[in-house]
């Protein structure tokens, strides 16, 4: 499929209409004032897209050969206008960057790391020289996304006998709940010449960051994604009371 | 991760495929039970050809280790390569488990 490099055109069109309360409501959240219509004789071009439903990893990646901006994948039920209100941490739409917006059924076992950072490859903004570690540190912190925010699993439940099982019982569990397996995963990427940014939010019931690891524990199971974090990125921080983490690496 | 297991007079070799991460715990339980089944002498566990493993995937490593030491078997890491080798070295999981090149 052929690019489209045009920065007139944030978002991406996966579908054939977009109803006008949804246009509305992306304009207000995503401050898209800047962008004037593409003439190609619909209305609002911008915003005509986005949306993927059921996303997999082919329909992401054609999604993002259109180069959007902003790439939201629809919950379950077709709610479209829903899943446009609900709290995806709004952001300014910026260049270059680009930001995808998961359910937690999706982002689970999708590797989303390798997507973006395939992604921010395609892009120009990283070099094999240091995806390794923005590849690293992306799926340690999706990962804490995932299992302690969206599923709401505590490492704690591998720290008991058979605790593994108990933990994939859990995870099993939690998947299976329809109102948990649709809570987002936010991925929001940007970058300049010099910093790479990579912000991950949950909707998550958060965590006090103080407590994570600063250093490997020894034989612990669990505990170790921060400590990669730490060691791999240039920056890390913690907002949102532990719902947003956001990545630096200095390239 | 993809997994094949293959016993020998005296020990259980597992060779890992693929990627080890948080969303495998169910194929660690296989393993387990792999090792159940088999009450060797030693448990080999080859990484030679595994390409991803993250902080979840060391902890599974640990857990096996366990697994192993409650079994009185002895268990050997064998053969980390790349990504893997480097999360390993930077975990320092060469202090508690047995790795060989």
Redesign the interface.
């Given at each position: 499929m052929d690019t489209i490099p045009s920065p007139l055109r944030p978002f991406c069109v996966m579908r054939d209409r977009i109803p006008a309360d949804m246009t509305a409501r992306v304009a207000a959240r995503f401050d898209v004032s800047g962008f004037d219509a593409v003439d190609d004789g619909s209305a609002a071009a911008w915003a005509e897209a986005l949306l993927v439903e059921r996303a997999d990893r082919d329909r992401l990646r054609e999604a993002f050969h259109r180069n959007p901006f902003l790439t939201v994948e629809l919950g379950e039920g077709g709610d479209e206008p829903a899943a446009l209100m609900e709290d995806w941490s709004g952001a300014p739409a910026v260049e270059p960057g680009f930001y995808l917006s998961l359910t937690t059924g999706t982002a689970y076992g999708l590797q989303c790391a390798v997507l973006v950072c395939d992604e921010l490859t395609r892009r120009g903004a990283l070099t094999a020289e240091h995806r390794p570690n923005v590849e690293m540190c992306l799926h340690e912190a999706i990962a804490n996304a995932i299992v302690h925010g969206n599923l709401g699993i505590s490492s704690a439940a591998k720290n008991q006998p058979d605790g593994y099982r108990v933990f994939g019982q859990m995870l099993r569990d939690r998947l299976g709940d329809p109102d948990i397996k649709r809570r987002r995963i936010d991925i929001f990427c940007r970058w300049n010449a010099s910093t790479i940014a990579v912000a991950v939010v949950d909707q998550g019931s958060g965590f006090d960051s103080a407590t994570t690891a600063s250093a490997t524990d020894g034989k612990a199971r669990s505990g170790r994604g921060f400590v990669f974090m730490r060691a791999l990125a240039s920056r890390v921080a913690v907002t949102d009371g532990g719902r947003c983490t956001v990545l630096h690496f200095d390239v | 991760m993809e997994f094949q297991s293959r016993s020998t007079p005296d020990a259980l070799e597992v060779r890992l495929a693929g990627?080890l991460?948080?969303?495998d715990?169910?194929r660690?339980?296989d393993i387990?039970d792999a090792l159940e089944g088999a009450k060797p002498r030693r448990f080999v566990l080859d990484l030679s050809t595994l390409e991803f493993i993250?902080?979840?995937g060391?902890?599974?490593l640990?857990?096996l280790q366990e697994e192993a030491e409650q079994r009185n078997v002895k268990m050997i890491v064998s053969g980390p390569q790349g990504?893997v080798k480097?999360?390993i070295d930077?975990?320092?999981i060469g202090?508690?488990v047995t790795i060989e090149p």
């Open positions: - | 990627r991460e948080f969303t715990h169910d660690l339980r387990i993250d902080s979840a060391l902890g599974m640990l857990i990504d480097r999360s930077l975990a320092k202090e508690i």
